[in-house]
T-cell receptor, first 113, second 113 residues
């Protein structure tokens, strides 16, 4: 089965630094990967989608990469702020015949002021 | 705010009981997906409804069932509740079966005692 693996350990960084979160997938490359942000007790909020044929995508302070050789996506938040503290979920796109996203377990980011 | 509303926000049931969770999708969205999120895990796909028909199902037993209404709102029903059913239940709406971005509600926190 297709899996998404994210570092389960929390990432603690200082305000102003760049946070880098890792998402690894198994088997064949998905058509796309998505990143969501989730705050405690809330539903995930869509941030970015990157397709298999795209190497990099940016949105404001966010950047995501897709490396099909390493089977990995990196999610960067530049100039991080305490308000960026949340859990970030990576999800692989709807594989052939499936209607659902497959999510990783998420990485908790804590930005210290 | 995504425009997806879920009710109730919290629910406590005992083992063996039945529960119905409700979801109103974002305006204009005709597809609703339900996910189960256990503590510390990523969301897991239960099923999807597109224009009132089930359009895909994850690895959940038949005691998990659903409905979608003509206005595209949806219900998730769980019979014969088990302790392991305790989780955050998330509803997500999207535009069309192939739309890639999901809009999640805040979820219903179900506790089974």
């Amino acid at each position: 089965s297709q899996k998404i693996e994210q570092n389960s350990e929390a990432l603690n960084i200082q305000e102003g630094k760049t946070a880098t979160l890792t998402c690894n997938y198994t088997n064949y490359s998905p058509a796309y990967l998505q990143w969501y942000r989730q705050d405690p007790g809330r539903g995930p909020v869509f941030l970015l989608l990157i397709r298999e044929n795209e190497k990099e995508k940016r949105k404001e302070r966010l950047k995501v990469t897709f490396d099909t050789t390493l089977k990995q996506s990196l999610f960067h938040i530049t100039a991080s702020q305490p308000a960026d503290s949340a859990t970030y979920l990576c999800a692989r796109g709807k594989d052939t015949g499936r209607r659902a996203l497959t999510f990783g377990s998420g990485t908790r980011l804590q930005v210290q002021p | 705010e995504t425009g997806v509303t879920q009710s109730p926000t919290h629910l406590i049931k005992t083992r063996g009981q039945q529960v119905t969770l409700r979801c109103s999708s974002q305006s204009g969205h005709n597809t609703v997906s339900w996910y189960q999120q256990a503590l510390g895990q990523g969301p897991q796909f239960i099923f999807q409804y597109y224009r009132e028909e089930e359009n895909g199902r994850g690895n959940f037993p038949p005691r998990f069932s659903g409905l979608q209404f003509p206005n595209y709102s949806s219900e998730l029903n769980v019979n014969a509740l088990e302790l392991d059913d305790s989780a955050l239940y998330l509803c997500a709406s999207s535009l069309g079966r192939t739309d890639e971005k999901l809009f999640f509600g805040s979820g219903t926190q179900l506790s089974v005692l």
